[in-house]
């Protein structure tokens, strides 16, 4: 069995999955094209109402100029990634804030920069002429000034269209659903389909957008007001009925919701709907469709932040904006906690659920049954090649050897102490979307991967786990985390209550498998139904 | 009606106009003529306080410039410019009425002015007013111009070399056009220009400006019969030249 999706070809293996995939991602299109259009819309306006002053007064002084560009400029640098993210801990909270701030300083460089480069390819002999007939320097700046350079400040406003509708896939994330829910969920899960839809709708809102914006700026070059006007209604059009089109979209209100989905009992919701969040891998997924499928079971609403960074779900569970998500005891015990050393499960266990407790506020209500720990792994043959059977074998042969890893492995503490415990230095550490490191060990890119011990892929492209003797690496129990929010509800702690040691590791990996695998592929709710009716003692 | 006292300017280090004393008079056309850099175009700004003076006054009607705002005082001198400076994204009606606009006059008030205006500078309005200024000949926009100028009734107009981007027939034309315009209005106006055959032709009084002071100020008949320095006297060299060689041609094409 091969999970290679190039050499398998998407379009033809799963066309026979095609049709009710690509039905339920088109119906998850309106929600989420709508929040893009919103978040995106919002983001250019108030970065057009920002710039377009800054580009006046900076157009006028030599020094505001400088400043202006220079400080958008850097801005412009940072990777819009990375400018999301860090709008998250300089605001304290997660979703449309950072998203939308993070947005606006994106889209004002282009905007700012052609504000000034259009006041400023203004003639002179115009601006004299203005002033000769005795127009005060507004009067000057709306007649005359503005008008002249607004073809090259709509040039500005397309290039920051496209910049911002293309970063704002980049918002989901941080917690502000987008497009990017199903590029970012698509590449987990391996639905290619997901991320067809989503690149698609976001090509196509981009280039509707500037075909619309360049209309604009073609009519104003013509002086023609009457279409110019037309083509300016039809972006404000667009804008408005984007940004309500989750609204309009039948059977989706408020949170995501989908076909056959337990619709809460609204007259009993009092405490408002319920904050599930999932980082972004398939496991997590998974696990929040069957948080959400327990919580509406019990009558309660609930909403889902999906996608969201490692560090960013924790902080935003902290701060409570987020009330419920599956964490992982050792990535808790060695990031959030600090500690250096492994110790054994249960103790491991006590030690966070403590901690949480005492410094956060936050419940841990218990294990779910499974272990999703850091697990280095091989190819079979390769394994029996060298003759490695555990992290300690590798340490003499490592300098021949290239590592694969997730996005974070590298940086985390974890890597520090394996690394030191056994003397590992590798010849290559390569960083992968966790999703497409499992091909690559199985294509022999690289020789090792630090695989996930709960995903089925380890065994369907049959890996060989190798031993931690040490052990430097800590236990990763999975367990569910409650804000402080929701801490003591006594609803939802019953609800959640019967998924604590309710998942043993091997339905955990058919469960993922079902998501992750080429054929016969199911949605991470289809998984989650699974799931919850295959276990025991329910 | 305008009236420089000892006035200098200076742009950072180089002093462009040093002491300047020169008188206009109500109704006169006084055309101001010198070689590039001498001061002439500084001198015509200093009127409507595009730009202002280092030291010493100017003053318009009697008083101060600086007693007004800038804004004000502009609002009552035309001016125009070699490239006639049209707003191109306005239309020939909205660039005449542009002055009308600034003082808030009502729609219909501004359009009658605009036709009176565009029937005074010779283009029919139903035919013009609509078209955009790069649809127009260099000589109808420097009429646009013109008219644009004249719109909110000024009393003191300042040319800047009005006719230099134009092609000889209609500079003749022009020329001839504005003088008219200027006795029947009644109007004030300083002529910017380097062409001496120009200001022979069209000036009451002609100020011959040499490195920021004047050199002589007098009739077309003064300045041409007895020029006060050499350098006055170079710049009649060219119209000396052109007599000359009219009379010469003149009589050959006496023969039949």
Request: proline share 5%; glycine share 10%.
């Amino acid at each position: 069995m091969h999970h290679v999706a190039s050499s398998h070809g998407w379009p033809l293996s799963a066309a026979e999955a095609m049709t009710p995939n690509l039905a339920e991602q088109l119906g998850r299109l309106p929600e989420l094209l709508g929040q893009h259009v919103r978040v995106t819309g919002l983001a250019l306006l108030v970065g057009l109402l920002l710039a377009l002053p800054l580009g006046v007064v900076a157009a006028r002084s030599r020094s505001v100029g400088a400043a202006a560009l220079g400080a958008a400029g850097v801005v412009q640098t940072i990777p819009s990634l990375a400018l999301l993210a860090l709008m998250v801990p300089l605001l304290g909270q997660f979703g449309f804030w950072p998203a939308l701030i993070a947005l606006v300083l994106y889209s004002v460089l282009p905007i700012l920069r052609n504000t000034v480069v259009g006041l400023r390819g203004v003639p002179g002999e115009l601006i004299e002429a203005g002033r000769a007939t005795g127009m005060t320097s507004g009067q000057l700046l709306r007649i005359v000034e503005l008008p002249l350079a607004l073809p090259v400040v709509l040039a500005g406003v397309r290039t920051a269209t496209v910049w911002v509708v293309g970063a704002a896939t980049l918002s989901t994330p941080v917690g502000q659903p987008s497009l990017g829910n199903l590029v970012f969920a698509g590449l987990q899960t391996r639905n290619w389909t997901a991320v067809l839809v989503g690149c698609g709708a976001a090509a196509g809102l981009a280039v509707t957008l500037d075909v619309m914006l360049a209309a604009l700026e073609r009519e104003l070059g013509r002086r023609s007001r009457g279409r110019a006007a037309l083509a300016a209604a039809g972006l404000v059009t667009l804008f408005v009925g984007g940004a309500l089109l989750p609204l309009w979209s039948p059977g989706v209100s408020g949170g995501r919701s989908a076909p056959g989905a337990i619709r809460a009992d609204q007259s009993a919701v009092a405490r408002g709907p319920v904050v599930v969040g999932a980082k972004t891998f398939t496991e997590q997924y998974i696990l929040a469709e069957a948080i959400e499928l327990r919580l509406r079971g019990a009558g309660l609403e609930v909403k889902r932040a999906d996608s969201l960074g490692s560090s960013v779900a924790f902080d935003a569970l902290r701060t409570g904006q987020l009330d419920v998500y599956v964490e992982y005891t050792g990535t808790l015990w060695s990031n959030a906690m600090k500690r250096a050393s492994a110790a054994p499960r249960w103790q491991v266990t006590a030690a966070v659920g403590a901690w949480l407790a005492e410094t956060h506020g936050i419940r841990a209500l218990g294990t779910l049954g499974f272990e999703n720990a850091y697990a280095f792994a091989m190819r079979r043959d390769r394994a029996e090649q060298l003759g490695v059977r555990s992290i300690a074998d590798l340490a003499p042969k490592a300098s021949r050897l290239r590592l694969g890893s997730d996005y974070e492995f590298f940086s985390r503490p974890e890597w520090v102490a394996v690394r030191e415990a056994y003397g590992l230095g590798f010849a290559g550490l390569v960083s992968f979307d966790s999703s497409l490191m499992y091909d690559a060990v199985a294509r022999g890119e690289v020789d090792v991967i630090t695989a996930f011990s709960s995903d089925g892929r380890i065994a369907a492209l049959d890996l060989v786990v190798l031993d931690d003797p040490l052990p430097a690496l800590p236990p990763y129990d999975a367990i569910l985390l409650l804000g402080p929010r929701v801490a003591n509800d006594e609803a939802v702690v019953k609800a959640l209550g019967a998924l604590v040691g309710g998942i043993p590791v091997d339905r955990m990996r058919r469960a993922n498998l079902m998501v992750d695998r080429a054929a016969d592929k199911r949605s991470p709710r289809d998984a989650a139904l699974w799931l919850l009716e295959s276990s025991p003692g329910r | 009606m305008i009236r420089f006292e000892a006035v200098s300017k200076r742009f950072s280090d180089r002093l462009v106009l040093g002491g300047l004393d020169l008188e206009v008079r109500e109704g006169e056309l006084l055309v101001l003529i010198g070689a590039s850099g001498c001061g002439k175009t500084t001198t015509l700004r200093l009127v409507n306080r595009l730009i202002e003076p280092t030291s010493g006054r100017v003053l318009v009607q009697g008083r101060p410039a600086s007693a007004v705002t800038a804004v004000e005082l502009r609002r009552t001198i035309g001016m125009v410019f070699q490239r006639f400076a049209l707003f191109p994204h306005l239309s020939v009606a909205d660039n005449v009425g542009i002055v009308p606009r600034l003082l808030g006059w009502d729609a219909q008030r501004t359009r009658a002015r605009v036709d009176e205006l565009l029937a005074l500078v010779a283009l029919p309005a139903e035919e013009y007013r609509d078209r955009a200024p790069a649809m127009l000949s260099g000589g109808q926009q420097q009429r646009v111009g013109l008219a644009r100028a004249l719109a909110a009734r000024p009393r003191i107009m300042l040319l800047d070399e009005p006719f230099g981007a134009l092609d000889p027939a209609s500079r003749d034309r022009l020329q001839a056009e504005y003088r008219k315009l200027h006795d029947a209005l009644g109007l004030t106006t300083i002529l910017v220009t380097h062409d001496m055959t120009e200001a022979l032709l069209l000036a009451d009084r002609i100020a011959v400006m040499v490195h920021g002071r004047i050199a002589q100020v007098g009739t077309p008949g003064e300045v041409f019969n007895s020029p006060a320095s050499p350098v006055v006297a170079e710049h009649l060299d060219a119209p000396r030249r052109q007599l000359s060689r009219l009379a010469a041609l003149g009589g050959r094409g006496n023969d039949p």
